[in-house]
T-cell receptor, first 117, second 112 residues
């Protein structure tokens, strides 16, 4: 079946512009995550949606970052007034379910490589 | 915030050798997952662990959920060139909303 789909795969933008990154999770997956991966680094947690619960936004690095998940499916990560340090690969993942006591494994998309010039 | 310490950062080994890497946490985890990432792609799940002490194998890969619930290791036996990549541990703490946090990764290179 279809995996997690992210678009665009590459995005080059000028400093100060806003960008929107899109994630289509696997159908039926209730949990959706955004991570950021800088060159040669690990995965930095950004935000996590689980069903109808309030999202865990504890990883968003500044108020320039926001994300929404419409209808419990597609998610959009928005970065306003981009800075050069925002350049990274933004990875989206979904899982069947997750919670305090149990996590189904995450399935990742191939990411959006964002370059801010 | 919560952190996972993954080691080693990188390994360069000869084909056929066994490999071991591990992750430790300062807090108790309910779930440990091991992922592999190839260049230009998202991480792919290798092994999932849900019980303290659990030992699980997937082909040449073996992983264990530490009895203290604060650590996990991944072993790869008889390495082959296609094992090259970055390996990540990931865990879910018992004290948060369910989010998964990742280690910094172990870069594995295999010399034929």
């Amino acid at each position: 079946g279809a995996g997690v789909s992210q678009s665009p795969s590459n995005k080059v933008t000028e400093k100060g512009k806003d960008v929107e990154l899109r994630c289509d999770p696997i159908s039926g997956h209730t949990a959706l995550y955004w991570y950021r991966q800088s060159l040669g680094q690990g995965l930095e947690f950004l935000i996590y949606f689980q069903g109808n619960s309030a999202p865990d936004k504890s990883g968003l690095p500044s108020d320039r970052f926001s994300a929404e998940r419409t209808g419990g499916s597609v998610s959009t990560l928005t970065i306003q007034r981009t800075q050069q340090e925002d350049s990274a690969v933004y990875l989206c993942a979904s899982s069947l379910r997750s919670g305090v006591y149990y996590n189904s494994p995450l399935h990742f998309g191939n990411g959006t490589r964002l370059t801010v010039t | 915030g919560q952190q996972l310490n993954q080691s080693p950062q990188s390994m360069f080994i000869q084909e056929g050798e066994d490999v071991s890497m591990n992750c430790t946490s300062s807090s108790i985890f309910n779930t440990w997952l091991w992922y592999k990432q190839d260049p230009g792609e998202g991480p792919v799940l290798l092994i999932a662990l849900y019980k303290a002490g659990e030992l699980t194998s997937n082909g040449r890969l073996t992983a264990q959920f530490g009895i203290t619930r604060k650590d996990s290791f991944l072993n790869i036996s008889a390495s082959i060139p296609s094992d090259v990549g970055i390996y990540f541990c990931a865990g879910q703490s018992s004290s948060n909303t369910g989010k998964l946090i990742f280690g910094q990764g172990t870069t594995l290179q295999v010399k034929p």
